[in-house]
């Protein structure tokens, strides 16, 4: 039983610790506003726990086909290119946000728009799907090892964005806008990824 917290923590880290576009959003939204960058990640781990559902009454291996995945492919680069151009637009916002009263944007919509990030990554299916020897060996400590899953989840959503947030007044405007436009840059990568690999490396 204690095995399958673990298991159920180390699992949630394993799907929320790799650097990808969510950490990359929330370590953005982390500059200016923890509470909107913890919603951001709960929105992420809202996708994650709708997943494990769906791969709990064995529904997720029908999304595991080439067409579906490949929808999903122009889906998230699409969403992810929007995400980008997005962080370029909003990128030089911090340095008037004293200045002029900005209105910012409402924990709904960025709640969405972490559910979307994950439901737009075909990488999260598939990580899901590799997941599925891990949650029949457990079926007995099922909701064990979703306790340990949140948390481990929850833990890295709350931890790695008030790190940032903390530490936000050490850095220097010009550095947060550089991070910004990396951060841009990350996300048209992943989008151009995820359009390569179901698209052109099977034809290459």
């Known amino acids: 039983m204690f095995g399958s917290l673990i298991q159920g923590i180390l699992l949630g880290w394993g799907v929320a610790v790799p650097i990808g576009p969510l950490n990359v959003l929330i370590m953005t939204y982390a500059f200016k506003d923890y509470k909107r960058a913890l919603t951001i990640g709960i929105g992420a781990m809202a996708t994650d726990m709708f997943y494990l559902t769906l ?3 064995g ?17 998230g680069a699409s969403y992810l290119s929007y995400m980008a151009f997005g962080l370029i637009k909003d990128a030089k916002k911090e340095i008037v946000v004293k200045e002029v009263d900005i209105k910012p944007e409402s924990y709904t919509k960025i709640f969405i728009k972490g559910c979307l990030l994950n439901l737009a990554n075909p990488y999260v299916i598939l990580f899901w799907l590799s997941m599925t020897a891990v949650m029949t060996a457990n079926q007995g400590y099922f909701l064990i090892t979703l306790v340990g ?3 481990g989840i929850l833990s890295w959503i709350t931890v790695f964005p008030l790190i940032v947030y903390k530490n936000r007044n050490a850095l220097s405007e010009k550095f947060k806008i550089t991070v910004s436009y990396l951060s841009a840059l990350i996300l048209l990568f992943f989008a151009i990824r995820l359009l390569y690999v179901y698209f052109i490396k099977g034809v290459l």
Do not use: G, H, R, Y
């Open 149 to 151: 899953l949140v948390v």
């Open 55 to 57: 791969l709990s009454f």
């Open 59 to 75: 529904v997720l291996q029908f999304l595991d086909k080439p067409m579906i995945m490949k929808f999903i492919a122009i889906f």
